[in-house]
């Protein structure tokens, strides 16, 4: 898998670098071919269950039952190791690719001045951590208007459907006039695209609520967080560790009674 990883973080790379940056209605890159073409059809052949996922509960996620219909799976050793072996190995090696240097070093550079802009902040130089996950969308799914948290230096999804029957699924960015939102342009949930954005505070974005009909919403989200010191990036590892168990428990749970 060295030479998957080897090749995915210089495709990515290249990919970052070649972009050419839309300003309108706020900073960003719509990607196309994120993973080589050959790639693509293995990672949507390797999607793991639902059953693997966790849930991501925020108020707009949440559905009647109490349950949400946002589902995660995050691309970090203690939760792939949860994944059959074959599918373990694939998926480090996609996770060790998005999060590598290379990656990193590529958006820092096309991102680099509005990164320096943001209010007061002076992020060219802060250390970042980046974050990467599987999503996976049910119905009743949505989010509304909103721009992401300063924890966050950069925002990027990437998606990933069969085909182009989901394409009026893609995440919308609008404009704020006084309190006023317009929809600027929705993106496509077409097969092996994406986007990339500094979060600023005019990076407003959101996606309609999903039905029955639109069946599952699947895609990979890179965030990079800015790094948080020491105690803070502990706090984050202790939350994490949290985390983990529950998930560990919940899983063994819901595999005993099949409720996921």
């Known amino acids: 898998m060295f030479d998957l990883r080897l090749r995915l973080q210089k495709h990515l790379a290249a990919l970052v670098e070649t972009t050419p940056m839309d300003i309108a209605p706020f900073p960003h890159l719509e990607l196309s071919n994120v993973f080589p073409a050959e790639l693509y059809s293995e990672v949507i052949d390797n999607l793991p269950e639902t059953r693997f996922y966790g849930e991501l509960k925020h ?29 373990c190995v694939f998926w480090t090696a996609i996770a060790e690719a998005l999060t590598s240097k290379m ?42 208007i909103h721009t992401d948290s300063f924890r966050k230096a950069i925002t990027t999804q990437y998606y990933l459907p069969r085909d182009f029957s989901q394409a009026h699924l893609g995440t ?3 404009t704020d006039e006084k309190g006023i939102f317009t929809n600027s342009r929705t993106l496509e949930f077409a097969p092996n695209t994406g986007y990339a954005f500094p979060v600023t505070e005019n990076s407003w ?3 309609q609520q999903t039905s029955d009909t639109h069946g ?35 899983r063994s749970q819901s595999t005993d009674t099949g409720s996921l």
């Open 103 to 144: 990656v990193m070093q590529a958006y820092r550079s096309k991102f680099s001045q509005i990164l320096a802009e943001r209010r007061s902040d002076s992020l060219v130089n802060a250390p970042f951590r980046p974050a990467a996950m599987l999503l996976r969308d049910l119905a009743g799914y949505k989010i509304s």
């Open 172 to 174: 919308s960015f609008h």
């Open 216 to 250: 599952e919403r699947n895609s990979i989200m890179l965030i990079y967080y800015v790094d948080q010191g020491l105690l803070g990036e502990s706090i984050n590892w202790a939350k994490q560790f949290g985390q983990d168990l529950l998930h560990y428990t919940s």
């Open 59 to 87: 108020a707009d996620a949440l559905l009647p039952n109490g349950r949400s219909a946002r589902r995660k799976l995050e691309l970090r050793p203690a939760r792939l190791r949860c994944l059959p072996s074959k599918l």
């Open 205 to 207: 974005h959101s996606v």
